[in-house]
């Protein structure tokens, strides 16, 4: 029987038994994914959703060609990306390519095809999106507004304020344990990506905010408890934390805080870092990038923040601004 994906209640993309060869080869592409890459099982059900819609899509155009046949057809599979490019996103369709190349990578190396086809596909260039980030202004009217009379606000005041100081992602958050945190150091461990733990500084508001949560739970807690637990004091759930952010959010900032995720606070910590000097290498290690590459779009945001500051305070720039919304 195939595993479930976690976010898919049911699956009826492809049915796995009509094609055993092909399954087996999935289940084993992922299991090197996660053995040897290290793969989050987050990672692991996203590809494993588009190799099924992929497959889907082979087993209704070409239902009596044998498995091998189907998966190595280039042809089928530029069908499948005009197809795919009509309904979804440039980047979509780029990271299902992806997914695929890697899989037939994997195939050939492991003796299941004869030709390694995956060094005949080209990647097409993504569309970089700037991330969304909120003003220092808005970020801490938002932190600071969050009132703290009720243990459940004090967690989510302690929250945030880890999320915008630290800039780890949510999924890092929820799993931080009580043996996790050093407040005496300001230090907090965090389990990244691929099992691998970083330590990163605290902020001293930070820092308050989490000490004034833990004393308003009480009772000393084991050290392997997880730090933020919800109304049954079980770990609290990415899609609880999101839940609470959004309404602090929209109650605080009102139009403005509709955009606002827990990964805006992210995007906002290492921008506002960068503005006030922080050096990229130490905003990489901060976020746990493995690569450099992805720390520079941060670059990019700041650079159009410095676009609009110029425009708005070039002599010249404001004249022609003026002109043009005919203002005096």
């Given at each position: 029987?195939?595993?479930?994906?976690?976010?898919?209640?049911?699956?009826?993309?492809?049915?796995?038994?009509?094609?055993?060869?092909?399954?087996?080869?999935?289940?084993?592409?992922?299991?090197?994914?996660?053995?040897?890459?290290?793969?989050?099982?987050?990672?692991?059900?996203?590809?494993?959703?588009?190799?099924?819609?992929?497959?889907?899509?082979?087993?209704?155009?070409?239902?009596?060609?044998?498995?091998?046949?189907?998966?190595?057809?280039?042809?089928?599979?530029?069908?499948?990306?005009?197809?795919?490019?009509?309904?979804?996103?440039?980047?979509?369709?780029?990271?299902?390519?992806?997914?695929?190349?890697?899989?037939?990578?994997?195939?050939?190396?492991?003796?299941?095809?004869?030709?390694?086809?995956?060094?005949?596909?080209?990647?097409?260039?993504?569309?970089?999106?700037?991330?969304?980030?909120?003003?220092?202004?808005?970020?801490?009217?938002?932190?600071?507004?969050?009132?703290?009379?009720?243990?459940?606000?004090?967690?989510?005041?302690a929250m945030m304020e880890l999320l915008y100081?630290?800039?780890?992602?949510?999924?890092?958050?929820?799993?931080?344990?009580?043996?996790?945190?050093?407040?005496?150091?300001?230090?907090?461990?965090?389990?990244?990506?691929?099992?691998?733990?970083?330590?990163?500084?605290?902020?001293?508001?930070?820092?308050?905010?989490?000490?004034?949560?833990?004393?308003?739970?009480?009772?000393?807690?084991?050290?392997?408890?997880?730090?933020?637990?919800?109304?049954?004091?079980?770990?609290?759930?990415?899609?609880?934390?999101?839940?609470?952010?959004?309404?602090?959010?929209?109650?605080?900032?009102?139009?403005?805080?509709?955009?606002?995720?827990?990964?805006?606070?992210?995007?906002?910590?290492?921008?506002?870092?960068?503005?006030?000097?922080?050096?990229?290498?130490?905003?990489?290690?901060?976020?746990?990038?493995?690569?450099?590459?992805?720390?520079?779009?941060?670059?990019?945001?700041?650079?159009?923040?410095?676009?609009?500051?110029?425009?708005?305070?070039?002599?010249?720039?404001?004249?022609?601004?003026?002109?043009?919304?005919?203002?005096?």
């Open positions: 029987m195939p595993r479930k994906i976690a976010f898919v209640k049911e699956i009826t993309l492809w049915n796995p038994e009509n094609a055993a060869a092909t399954w087996d080869w999935v289940q084993g592409f992922l299991e090197y994914l996660k053995i040897e890459k290290s793969s989050s099982e987050h990672t692991l059900a996203s590809y494993e959703l588009d190799l099924r819609i992929w497959l889907r899509f082979l087993n209704r155009r070409a239902p009596n060609e044998e498995e091998k046949e189907r998966i190595t057809d280039l042809k089928l599979l530029r069908v499948f990306l005009g197809e795919e490019s009509k309904r979804c996103s440039r980047n979509t369709v780029s990271r299902r390519l992806s997914v695929i190349k890697g899989f037939l990578k994997y195939l050939y190396r492991e003796g299941h095809t004869d030709t390694n086809l995956s060094k005949l596909i080209v990647l097409p260039k993504v569309q970089v999106k700037l991330p969304h980030v909120i003003q220092q202004d808005d970020a801490a009217k938002l932190i600071d507004s969050v009132p703290t009379a009720t243990l459940l606000e004090k967690r989510s005041k100081s630290t800039g780890m992602r949510i999924s890092e958050l929820v799993q931080i344990n009580y043996d996790d945190i050093d407040l005496r150091k300001g230090l907090v461990k965090v389990h990244g990506k691929g099992d691998k733990e970083r330590l990163i500084p605290m902020g001293r508001h930070c820092q308050s905010a989490i000490n004034d949560y833990i004393r308003a739970q009480g009772l000393r807690k084991p050290g392997s408890s997880p730090l933020f637990v919800n109304r049954d004091g079980e770990r609290i759930s990415v899609r609880s934390l999101q839940r609470n952010l959004r309404f602090y959010a929209v109650e605080i900032l009102g139009g403005a805080g509709v955009k606002i995720t827990p990964h805006t606070f992210r995007h906002s910590c290492a921008t506002h870092l960068l503005a006030r000097g922080a050096g990229l290498r130490e905003i990489q290690e901060l976020l746990g990038h493995e690569s450099l590459v992805t720390t520079q779009k941060y670059t990019h945001v700041d650079i159009e923040r410095m676009k609009k500051s110029y425009r708005a305070a070039h002599p010249k720039e404001k004249r022609r601004l003026k002109k043009n919304t005919g203002t005096a």
